[in-house]
Structures are given as structure tokens and as C-alpha cells.
């Protein structure tokens, strides 16, 4: 199925996760943090440029061959974890464990001070793990002149250091004091920075960010775009710009495409390389998707989010046993962690290797018991259904609901009902929720009330009963509180009387006004659009939800529009939508897993029916049957 460029990408993931002679030969990336400058006797009026030389110097130094420049932004978002540190102090007391929680391995500091009518500067970098000096570099520049001091710095350490963005040390002053700022308005700096160099491209982003943080986003991109038409800005520049505006309006076409410009101007940046790969898997490219993270983890072994999605991202791409090797890698890094143990569960269940799935999702219970709130004995349950064993399953369905009722889980009734709908016994589900309904609407649990009746709501009207559907739904609307209010709102939207699917398109956007092109408008109008029987406008509305969508996700979108379009008549099309299984939600069932399980093999049937294959076509329709307790 793949030309030879993938057969080389196959061969340089097992490299990397086998540790081939090659791949060790090559030398590690330069992983540098640049911390913030301390000031041993500039004047207390240039404090500013304690920042400014680790802005300069990582910025210069940040696409040389050989090095990843760690951005400060990505230093002190360890912050949250670390507990805060004062920005202005000296970046080896107050930055340095940031640095190593951000994967550095090289550690750069240093010291600026006036001397002789020079500003003198001194930059050491070191090894974290050994604490060993490796190399102390000097340089001096006319009074004040940082970035020229930076700058000759940075030279030092690559001769493939680019100019700064600035020459003017105003613009620089005003946006460092922002970068600083504990919070408040950021505008008065930043038009200082704008006043002295109208070509700075990082004071525009900063304020972009500003804009959009307080609900301006209009105002985010319409600077981000003046900006870029700033015949001085530029091409790195433009380029973080736009990656920044196709965030902002949650384009993610638009966004992958900035993502690959920018990495062509900066190869060596792990968290973009890692977002692309991110975006690619969510688009169902996942050749692509893996190369990405491949580059990544050849500048961060180590990074088990990495790691993670490369192993769904080559499972779905058909190379299993790299997939297998890049989660074992991680669970090598994290062994007390059950979420490798997790992945490999999911993995082997999509490719239908449902025996070594539940072994894997048993272990991770048996690591990690209140992990995913005993989710995982929900996922082996799954497992031994998806077999065709629906005795053997609900065995270990029992051992999952009794787990959530030992640790008091309010909602374990519902677990109950739901995974009695999705293995045929829909009659027992809906007993079990009426019953809960009717025990709890009077007292302090109404709240199980209404979750209850928007349940019953949703179930009758995949079974075509509207009326009855549009009664429960308001019943459940008049035991809401905040905490179900949402569920219920849902269940009353999609219970309304039948109408021509323009009319579901004008309820959406009523229902979302200003977002209904947005995923959650356009699941909700696909659900609404395949209750009401409007196929062909629901394929319309799933396929860019399945289109940027993870494979392994909850919404389950693949399947829905492979219900839609064997439904109107184009049966063959959904094959490749149904190639793999779906991965359970560690939820459990939730009131809409009906609506795709285990319908998911009829699905299969007919598909395979229509290409002409009676064995696979028969197949899947004896498991939907085992599954629904049928004869």
C-alpha cells in the first residue's frame, strides 16, 4: 500500500525506537535553555536587560543546525507547576529548574555590568546533569547596546546566528517590561514598541494575544493582518503571525499550513513539530502525522505526549509493531503510569486484536485502579462484546459497575441502563431509567432526575418515537439545575417536531449564534439531521467534524457518516470509515453510544456486501447479531 518514501519513514521509526548504530551515531541536539541575565552593577535602571540578552540570544541562535533554542514562553509555563518565581530575578536562581522541566540540556547564564564606558557581558553554558562548564563566552559593546552584545554572543556560540528583529533598544526595553508585566494593561508599552520600530514583529503578537484573551478577536486579527502587510515584517515574523491568526479562528487547514512554514524557517522546534503532528493526526494524514512526530522525538526522546500519539498515529497508518514500540517506550519512561498500558488497550482493540486488548486495558486497572474511574474494566468489557462473547462481557461489565458503585458513584445506575441498550436489551435500560427518574424527583437528587428523562428522550427518538421524545425532554427540562441544564437543553433541541433540514440548519444557529460552523454546532446538527432521517445533509455536516476529528475520539463522527451515506446509497464509500474499531469511551456507553454501536457492524455488513465480499459481509452481520442476543 506504500510507495518507498514510507518504507524509508517505517525503517527510521524502528532506528529511533530500536536504537539503530546510525541514528546513535549522530549527535544529540542541543536542547538550550538561555535564562535571564543577572545585573552586577549596570544600574538599576537596566534591570530590563537581564531579559533581554536571553530573548536576543535564544531568538538568534533558534534556527542554527544542531540547536533548539527553548523559548522563555515555554520555561516559565512550568510556573504552574513549579510554583511562581519573581521575573526579575537572575535566571540560574529563579529559572533554572523550569529549564530542565522543559527538557533542557544545555543551560546558559550570565552576567552583564559597565566597566570602562563598556556594557561587559559574560555568557557560561553548562551541563544540567553533570553541573561541567562547557563553554564561557565574553563580549563588551558601547553603553546600553544589549542587543549588539547579545548578538555578538550568539555568534559565538553558531555561526549561523540570524539578526535580531530590531535594531532599536526602545522597542526591545518596552517589549521586554510587557513580557515582565504581572498583568494589566499591556497597550502603553507596546505603543512604545510600536512608536520606535514599527517592523518588530513580537510586540503584535503580544498584543494579539492581549485582544483575544479579552474577547477581541476581531481586533486580534485585524492587527495580526496589518501587520503582516508591513512591507519590513519579516518572513519568520509573518509566519508566527499566521500560524497565531489560524489559532485564533480555529482553522486547522490553515493552521497546519502555518505550522509547515514556520518549521521551514525553524527546523528544530519540538512543540511545533509535536502541534503538527497533532493536527495531522486529527486530519487522518497519518504518514504524516508520524513523521512529524518522529522529527520531534529525534530533539525530545523523552517526550511521552509524543511517544503517545506517534503509537495511534502509526497503528492507524498500518505499522502495528512500531506503533507497539513507541507506547512501550513510553511506558519505559513512565512504568508506574497506567496510560501506556491504556494506549496499547486502544490500539490492538482498533485493529481487532480484542484478546490482547483487554489483557492491556486489565493491566492498566490493576496498575492504576482509579484511573479513568475504573474506565478500563469498561474498555475489556468492550473487548469481549466486540468478540462476539456478550456472556463473558457482561461478566465484566458487572465488575466495572461494581466498582463505581464501591466508590459511590451517583451514576452507576445509568452505566447500567446504557450498557443494557447497546447489547440489545434496550426494554431493561429503559426500566432501569425510569426508575431512576422516578426515585429521585422529589429531594436533593433531581438533578438524576433530569439527566434520566433527557436520556429516556434521546433513546426515543432513535427509535422514532418524536411526541414521546419531546415529552420527557421537557420533563427532564423541569428538574435541571446547573449541573444538568445542558444535557437537557440538548435532548429538548434535538426533540422538536420534524422539520426540512434548512429548518435544523436555522434552529443550530439560533442554538449557537455566531458558531455554527463550529464542531460542536456541527455535531449537534448532525445528530439532529440523522434522528430526523436527513441522511444526505448529515453526511454534509459530519465530514468536516470527521475531518479534523481523532480517530480514537468519543464522537465516534467516522461511523456516523458511514451511517449517513450507506443509507444513501453510497455503502462502498463507508468502508474505509469502518476499517477500524471503535475505541470505547472510558466513560462508559453515555446516551448516544446507541446510536453507533452496535450498529457499527451492520454498517460493516452492508459495506462489505456492496464490494462484493460475502464472507467479511457475513461475518460482521453474525457479531452484530451475537452482540443484540439475536438468533
Known amino acids: 500500500m506504500f510507495c518507498s518514501r514510507h518504507g524509508v519513514l517505517v525503517l527510521s521509526l524502528f532506528a529511533f525506537l530500536g536504537g539503530c548504530a546510525r541514528r546513535a551515531e549522530k549527535a544529540p541536539v542541543e536542547r538550550v535553555a538561555v535564562l535571564r541575565f543577572e545585573n552586577l552593577g549596570a544600574g538599576a535602571s537596566e534591570d530590563w536587560m537581564g531579559r533581554a540578552f536571553s530573548e536576543v540570544i535564544a531568538e538568534e541562535i533558534s534556527a542554527a543546525p544542531g540547536i533548539y533554542a527553548i523559548a522563555s ?110 498583568g494589566g494593561d499591556v497597550a502603553p508599552p507596546l505603543d512604545r514598541a510600536f512608536a520606535a520600530d514599527p517592523d518588530f514583529g513580537p510586540p503584535y503578537r503580544i498584543l494579539a494575544q492581549w485582544k483575544a484573551q479579552h474577547q477581541d478577536v476581531a481586533g486580534a486579527l485585524a492587527l495580526l493582518a496589518r501587520a503582516q502587510a508591513r512591507p519590513g515584517m519579516s518572513g519568520l515574523e509573518r509566519a508566527r503571525m499566521s500560524l ?115 489483557t492491556f486495558y486489565l493491566a492498566a486497572w490493576r496498575k492504576a485502579p482509579g484511573f479513568l474511574n475504573n474506565g478500563e474494566l469498561f474498555k475489556a468489557a468492550m473487548a469481549r462484546l466486540m468478540a462476539g462473547d456478550r456472556t463473558g462481557a457482561d461478566e465484566m461489565a458487572k465488575q466495572w459497575t461494581d466498582a463505581r458503585a464501591a466508590a459511590r458513584d451517583p451514576l452507576v445506575d445509568f452505566c447500567r441502563a446504557e450498557w443494557a441498550s447497546i447489547t440489545g436489551r434496550r426494554d431493561e435500560g429503559y426500566r432501569l431509567l425510569q426508575a431512576i427518574a422516578a426515585a429521585n424527583e422529589q429531594g436533593p437528587a433531581r438533578e438524576l432526575a433530569a439527566r434520566a428523562y433527557a436520556e429516556l428522550a434521546e433513546w426515543e427518538l432513535a427509535d422514532g418515537r418524536r411526541a414521546e421524545a419531546s415529552r420527557l425532554a421537557e ?32 434552529r443550530t444557529a439560533r442554538l449557537v449564534p455566531g458558531a455554527p460552523a463550529s464542531p460542536a454546532a456541527r455535531m449537534t446538527l448532525a445528530y439532529a439531521l440523522l434522528l430526523d432521517r436527513h441522511f444526505e445533509e448529515a453526511a454534509a455536516a459530519l465530514k468536516p467534524v470527521y475531518e479534523n476529528t481523532l480517530p480514537a475520539s468519543e464522537e465516534n463522527a467516522g461511523i456516523l457518516l458511514a ?39 451492520e454498517l460493516r455488513s452492508k459495506a462489505a456486501e456492496a464490494a462484493g465480499h460475502g464472507e467479511e459481509a457475513r461475518t460482521a452481520q453474525n457479531l452484530y447479531r451475537q452482540i443484540c442476543g439475536a438468533r
Open 244 to 358: 497565531l491568526a489560524a489559532t485564533l479562528r480555529n482553522d486547522p487547514a490553515a493552521r497546519q499550513s502555518a505550522l509547515a512554514s514556520l518549521l521551514g524557517l525553524e527546523p528544530n522546534d519540538p512543540p511545533a513539530l509535536r502541534a503538527l503532528g497533532e493536527i495531522a493526526l486529527t486530519r487522518h494524514e497519518f504518514t504524516e502525522s508520524m513523521q512529524a512526530f518522529d522529527k520531534a522525538l529525534s530533539l525530545e526522546p523523552d517526550d511521552i505526549t509524543a511517544l503517545n500519539l506517534l503509537g495511534y498515529a502509526a497503528a492507524y497508518a498500518g505499522y502495528f509493531e512500531p506503533a507497539v514500540q513507541a507506547l512501550r517506550r513510553y511506558e519505559a519512561l513512565r512504568p508506574a503510569e497506567a496510560n501506556p498500558l491504556d494506549s496499547l488497550g486502544d490500539i490492538h482493540l482498533a485493529a481487532g486484536r480484542l484478546k490482547d486488548a483487554e
Open 73 to 182: 514562553t515555554r520555561i516559565h509555563a512550568a510556573n504552574a507547576a513549579l510554583g511562581p518565581r519573581p521575573v526579575s530575578a537572575p535566571g540560574i536562581s529563579a529559572e533554572r529548574a523550569m529549564a530542565l522541566a522543559a527538557g533542557a540540556n544545555r543551560i546558559g547564564y550570565g552576567e552583564y555590568w559597565t566597566q570602562g564606558g563598556h556594557l561587559e557581558t559574560r555568557l557560561t553554558i553548562a551541563d544540567p546533569r553533570t553541573g561541567r562548564t562547557l563553554r564561557v563566552i565574553g563580549a563588551s559593546a558601547a553603553p546600553g547596546d544589549v542587543i549588539s552584545a547579545a548578538s555578538a554572543l550568539a555568534h559565538a556560540l553558531s555561526g549561523n546566528a540570524r539578526p535580531f528583529g530590531t535594531g532599536s533598544r526602545e522597542a526591545l526595553q518596552a517589549w521586554v517590561q510587557t513580557l515582565e508585566l504581572a
Open 475 to 506: 420533563k427532564s427540562a423541569g428538574f435541571a439545575g446547573p449541573a444538568m441544564i445542558g444535557l437537557s437543553n440538548a435532548a429538548r433541541f434535538l426533540a422538536q417536531p420534524s422539520a426540512p433540514a434548512a429548518e435544523w440548519e436555522a
Open 563 to 601: 451511517w449517513a451515506l450507506v443509507e444513501t446509497g453510497h455503502a462502498r464509500d463507508a468502508a474505509g470509515l469502518l476499517r477500524f474499531l471503535p475505541v470505547p469511551p472510558p466513560s462508559g456507553p453515555g446516551a448516544l453510544m446507541s446510536l453507533y454501536f452496535p450498529r457499527f457492524y
